[in-house]
């Protein structure tokens, strides 16, 4: 459930239920929790597996540190890092992430996996993410493949003389 | 498992520094071993698919580093495999640079014009074509729109693409599906094959030392085919000549260690590293001032919203690539494909009032993706890089599988390099916000420091033994028999993709590879007759292990 606020706050989505706590709800559409980002986290191809006990731990222990130094009280019937608004979230990830942290080369790498999630899919094949309706992939656009599961833009180009070469460009197409 | 082997040259690295020498010693008549850690991928290997695991993750490998993180390739076929194909030549005044040093970084011998030759030769081999407006991606078409619409000119980038066979899919880093692009297991790979060269793909090199008669022994240990943090197991191999070309953030690794067998290596081994002082801008795109203010439609009606079609960088700037522009002011722009995930993490919101590269505003240009236009800087950097102590085995400690490691490289820009990157941000912005086109933001340094997938330096050439690890043949000061020829070898940032100006210099190298094995009594002659060209990279060659 940390993991999952974690990832939220990164590439945040809509809740997935009446209620649901780890997603804030803080955006429209699924974010990086609906696009599968603990199934990232878990796959054994990763490399995260063995560590995200740990990094629950030490989120909830910064986000416990956090309410301390900002006055807040936390609900107790949900983790630490869960119990903070989205905008609490927010602003304790900054921290953990920016050069100045300790532990800032932990945190990136969770952010980018929840990126990821969202952005490619990468816990499954992107043919499948597609036709599942993956909702990062399906919120940036990407073009769904031909029949065959590949990818084929016939038109390609606007096809005219855009800008004059550099006048010192060589035969072979090259800089001088 | 223990396995000792002899040879008469053992080649590290199958990219361009590497198969080059393959092939032209193959072709020579020299016994020849090539050692990749990657795997051997070609054709339906190359998925378009972003889930781990498939070629995408394995064809690569991203090392962190302090300061500095490395994008490179991992399989038989190296570089050329996920690169983009994009091959212009270096400039003429980046053959003059000198950069803080005071005094010119390249060799005397090595100049613009001693280099065509070399560079032809490459371009017959591959082979490079140039571009025509017609192949001009709407993302090119869309920069060079741009630069015309500011004053500038712009240039359609020669590439190693064969036009008849690309889909403009964009899935060209993970390898080329169809086989347009015209990697090197189109050409020199085959072709070094045919001459008896074996390829040894999941063999990845720990170190070298000597062997009683003057040669080299070559110590390897084999990895899993999935897992590349498993060990397999580990032999031997002799050779009288060794060619390392493992990569500009492998190759200083592999001969640091090798250090306490070899004896005290040049002090430029692995120092010196360049990124091609390389940086990124996305521009998120105004559609209805594209339409507006540049003119630009496409069939379907849409004015851009193409980020995903193409074949990676198709057209480029090059109106500051000036020789009378002092050094760190000088700087290529190319319009650039980088897919979601790598491509989207580190960019950045404009006018953000929150997090700029996470967070709600983040979400919101990430749902205009297809209005994106990347920007690629290739500047003047300051070498700055150095490498620590090499890990217990590879070139880094492997954290996921495959892809993800992280390595000794060490580097903290200069202001040389801060200047330069700044000017070459406002260039892009001065470019593309004219009339409001877009909104453009550089890609953070913030969460990982700088970036690169152009490495270069770690081991360069030079007339200086204090400043570059190499003579101007490639051959380790020191270490006779030992050569490198691969990006570690090239002196400073290109301002433009260095990949054709790599395997000229490893051209360029081969007749002094061949005089010193002839020396060292191996039966070979210079060939210099282009590889045959291959039609399909999907040729599976006995490995004789």
């Known amino acids: ?176 | 498992m223990t396995t000792t082997d002899s040879t008469d040259v053992v080649i590290i690295g199958s990219g361009f520094g590497g198969s080059i020498p393959a092939y032209r010693l193959a072709a020579g008549g020299a016994r020849v071993v090539v050692l990749e850690r990657g795997p051997w991928l070609s054709g339906e290997d190359f998925d378009h698919d972003f889930k781990f695991g498939s070629s995408s993750s394995r064809a690569f490998e991203f090392t962190m580093g302090d300061g500095m993180n490395v994008l490179g390739g991992n399989c038989v076929g190296g570089g050329s495999v996920v690169y983009f194909a994009a091959m212009p030549r270096a400039p003429r005044f980046t053959f003059e640079r000198q950069g803080s040093i005071g005094k010119r970084l390249w060799p005397s011998a090595v100049h613009r014009a001693a280099l065509d030759p070399w560079y032809d030769a490459v371009a017959e081999s591959l082979p490079i074509t140039q571009n025509d407006w017609p192949d001009v991606t709407y993302s090119g078409g869309l920069w060079a729109a741009a630069c015309n619409h500011a004053g500038r000119t712009a240039n359609p980038v020669p590439a190693a693409i064969d036009k008849s066979k690309c889909t403009n899919c964009n899935w060209m880093m993970s390898g080329c599906r169809f086989d347009a692009k015209r990697s090197l297991l189109l050409n020199y790979i085959p072709a070094a094959v045919e001459h008896g060269a074996q390829i040894r793909p999941l063999h990845e090199v720990q170190y070298i030392s000597r062997t009683p008669d003057n040669g080299y022994r070559v110590h390897f240990n084999t990895v899993d085919e999935v897992d590349y943090r498993e060990v397999t197991g580990s032999g031997t191999i002799d050779a009288k000549i060794v060619i390392v070309a493992a990569g500009a953030v492998a190759t200083p690794v592999i001969l640091q260690r090798s250090e306490e067998a070899l004896g005290a290596m040049p002090s430029a081994v692995g120092r010196h590293f360049s990124g091609n002082g390389e940086r990124l801008n996305t521009a998120i795109v105004n559609e209805d001032k594209v339409r507006e203010v540049l003119g630009l439609s496409r069939p379907d009606g849409k004015a851009y919203e193409a980020y995903q079609i193409g074949k990676g960088p198709v057209a480029a700037s090059w109106d500051k690539l000036d020789g009378n522009l002092p050094e760190f002011s000088r700087h290529s722009l190319e319009q650039l494909y980088f897919p979601p995930g790598f491509g989207t993490i580190l960019a950045q919101v404009p006018d953000a009032t929150g997090p700029s590269w996470f967070g709600l505003e983040k979400k919101e240009i990430l749902r205009r993706w297809q209005s994106w236009l990347t920007i690629f800087i290739m500047s003047e950097d300051d070498n700055e890089g150095v490498f620590g102590p090499p890990p217990p085995t590879g070139n880094g400690d492997r954290i996921s599988q495959q892809l993800l490691s992280r390595g000794a490289l060490r580097y903290r820009p200069t202001e040389n390099t801060l200047a330069g990157w700044e000017r070459a941000d406002a260039d892009v912005r001065d470019i593309l916000e004219r009339d409001g086109l877009s909104r453009v933001m550089p890609w953070t340094n913030d969460p990982i420091g700088a970036y690169t997938v152009h490495p270069l330096s770690s081991c360069r050439i030079g007339d200086d033994p204090e400043t570059s690890a190499l003579d101007d043949r490639h051959e380790l000061r020191g270490h006779p028999g030992i050569f490198v020829t691969d990006g570690s070898s090239v002196p400073a940032g290109l301002t433009v993709n260095p990949a054709f100006t790599i395997a000229a210099l490893a051209e360029r190298a081969v007749p002094g590879i061949v005089e010193a094995a002839a020396a060292r009594g191996v039966p070979v002659r210079y060939v210099d007759r282009p590889p045959a060209h291959a039609t399909s990279s999907r040729i599976r060659i006995p490995l004789g292990v």
């Open chain 1, 1 to 176: 459930m940390t993991l999952e606020a974690f990832a939220d706050t990164i590439i945040p989505g809509e809740r997935r239920w009446p209620g649901d706590r780890a997603v804030a709800g803080a955006a429209t559409g699924g974010g990086a929790v609906a696009s599968g980002a603990l199934d990232l986290l878990v796959s054994v191809e990763g490399g995260m597996a063995g560590m995200l006990d740990t990094l629950a731990v030490g989120l909830d222990d910064q986000a416990t540190e956090y309410a301390r130094r900002t006055g807040l009280t936390l609900d107790p019937a949900v983790p630490p890092f869960v119990a903070l608004s989205f905008a609490d979230r927010t602003a304790l990830t900054s921290e953990l992430v920016a050069p100045a942290h300790p532990e800032q080369e932990l945190w990136v790498a969770l952010a980018m996996f929840s990126v990821m999630a969202w952005d490619t899919g990468a816990a499954e094949h992107t043919v499948d993410a597609l036709a599942a309706g993956h909702p990062g992939l399906v919120q940036i656009g990407f073009t769904p493949p031909d029949a065959d599961g590949l990818w084929r833009f016939p038109n390609f180009s606007y096809g005219r003389v855009l800008a004059k070469s550099h006048p010192d460009t060589t035969p072979t197409g090259d800089p001088a």
